[in-house]
């Protein structure tokens, strides 16, 4: 699979998102996942917030998980 960024725009804005790949083991891959200036190293655990999940949550329940991205 192939990851490709998005056409940079004109002025000092970065694109939104960039993926970096480190290494990669069969069809597993590791690499760098940059969000908006935040780097997450991956595989990475991801809580999603649908159906109330991660909304029932209070914070300091959810930092306890320590995932770098909800």
Avoid: C, Y
Avoid at 48 to 56: E, L, N, S
């Amino acid at each position: 699979m192939e990851f490709r960024q998005p056409p940079a725009e004109t002025g000092t804005q970065s694109p939104p998102f960039r993926f970096n790949l480190e290494g990669t083991d069969g069809k597993a891959r590791a690499g760098i996942l940059t969000l908006n200036g935040r780097t997450v190293p991956t595989p990475v655990f991801m809580p999603v917030g649908t159906a109330g999940t991660v909304k029932a949550l209070p914070p300091r329940d959810l930092a306890g998980l320590g995932s770098p991205m909800m």
